[in-house]
């Protein structure tokens, strides 16, 4: 019998505690290790050093930021069993993004190597989300953790 396929909803990969807000870090890479300790802290499943490890190894191959002001820094690891996610957005970080514009909205992603299709689903959702500046701007202007979710839960139910 087949699988149904796995959806994926981002509101239900939020976490308060995951979110953070209007962060002013101007070293790309001091703000991605911060931002990796603080994952690793809330999800101790995911192994600090490895991860943190990965993500700078990536973007210094290529730039996570997509444009539109968004990036997302990701990691594939084997020994975790659910992908996390950790929000922030920023007042504004140089960050080569693909467009040139500095990234202030960030997604930073740990992902189980047996689940890069849903790891797909959810580049698609993110960049689908994203492209709408109205919503964008709805969520750099957030100031609290749960109305971020509130935002990515209102976009799920009105169908992105």
């Known amino acids: 019998m087949m699988q149904a396929p796995e959806k994926i909803s981002i509101s239900?990969?939020?976490?308060?505690?995951?979110?953070?807000?209007?962060l002013t870090e101007t070293n790309k890479n001091i703000l991605l290790t911060d931002l990796c300790h603080r994952l690793t802290k809330i999800?101790?499943?995911v192994p600090a050093n490895i991860f943190l490890?990965?993500?700078?190894?990536?973007?210094?191959e290529l730039s996570t930021g997509i444009g539109n002001y968004v990036a997302i820094p990701h990691a594939l690891l084997n020994d975790i069993e659910e992908i996390h996610l950790l929000f922030a957005t920023h007042q504004g970080l140089e960050y080569d993004s693909l467009d040139g514009k500095p990234v202030r909205i960030?997604?930073?992603l740990a992902i189980p190597?047996?689940?890069k299709e849903l790891y797909g689903k959810l580049l698609m959702l993110?960049?689908?989300?994203l492209r709408d500046q109205r919503f964008r701007e709805k969520l750099m202007q957030a100031q609290e953790p749960k109305i971020?979710?509130?935002?990515?839960m209102d976009r799920e139910i009105n169908g992105g």
């Not at 993110?126 to 989300?129: D, E, F, I, N, P």
């Not at 971020?148 to 990515?152: A, K, L």
């Open 126 to 129: 993110v960049s689908r989300y």
């Open 106 to 108: 960030i997604f930073l």
């Open 113 to 115: 190597s047996d689940k």
């Open 148 to 152: 971020i979710i509130q935002d990515f």
């Open 43 to 45: 999800y101790p499943d």
């Open 12 to 22: 239900s990969l939020l976490n308060e505690r995951a979110i953070l807000l209007n």
């Open 53 to 60: 490890q990965y993500i700078i190894k990536r973007e210094n």
